[in-house]
T-cell receptor
């Protein structure tokens, strides 16, 4: 089983709908992240969390919200989806510690807003 | 501000030839540098990292990268490319200011195409 699991893997939704992307991890890491990938722009950070009581905005948080239900679960919500939120979304985890630890990524959720 | 640049959208190389995927960075202080690879319909896989020490870092699948502080570069290399190396490659950086948060700044990505 994957250490970082994202559901769903693919989703098509209509403009204005609310949608939730889910992420769970078995690595026991405290830190979790949501990134968005767009062609030519790389990955950009949406939100990140250090624990269930610590949620922080990333560089592109507008239009998104998150919930850290448990150490192992971190959900991303689009309250009212719009077409320019069509992208590939990645959840990632990393352990607490020095800056030299790598992040571990899920397999991604491809979201299309029509 | 922290930033990472991958100047080439795509790199084409023949199988068996050496490959280089370029990355330059801008951070305050000493950088932590990473390379990730993304195969089609897959997540990002960690390849290698530079933290400190030897400027030549070896990683997975025969890849290596050279840290050059004076040129603020961290180019990914492989002596002999394989068709299976064809994928999207991302360079990422973390500096000491974000080391506690674990946030990574990513480059735009470079598509590597290895032709048989």
């Amino acid at each position: 089983d994957a250490d970082v699991t994202q559901t769903p893997r693919n989703r098509i939704t209509k403009t204005g709908k609310r949608i939730m992307l889910e992420c769970s991890q078995t690595k026991g890491h405290d830190r979790m992240y949501w990134y968005r990938q767009d062609p030519g722009l790389g990955l950009r950070l949406i939100y990140y969390s250090f624990d269930v009581k610590d949620i922080n905005k990333g560089e592109i948080s507008d239009g998104y919200s998150v919930s850290r239900q448990a150490q192992a679960k971190f959900s991303l919500s689009l309250e009212s989806a719009i077409p320019n939120q069509t992208a590939l979304y990645f959840c990632a985890t990393s352990p607490q510690g020095t800056g030299g630890t790598e992040a571990f990524f899920g397999q991604g959720t491809r979201l299309t807003v029509v | 501000a922290q930033s990472v640049a991958q100047p080439e959208d795509q790199v084409n190389v023949a199988e068996g030839n050496p490959l280089t995927v370029k990355c330059t960075y801008s951070v305050s202080g000493n950088p932590y540098l990473f390379w990730y690879v993304q195969y089609p319909n897959r997540g990002l896989q960690f390849l290698l990292k530079y933290i400190t020490g030897d400027n030549l870092v070896k990683g997975s699948y025969g890849f290596e990268a050279e840290f050059n502080k004076s040129q603020t570069s961290f180019h990914l290399k492989k002596p002999s490319a394989l068709v299976s190396d064809s994928a999207l490659y991302f360079c990422a950086v973390r500096d000491f200011r974000s080391s506690n948060t674990g946030k990574l700044i990513f480059g735009q990505g470079t598509t590597l195409q290895v032709k048989p």
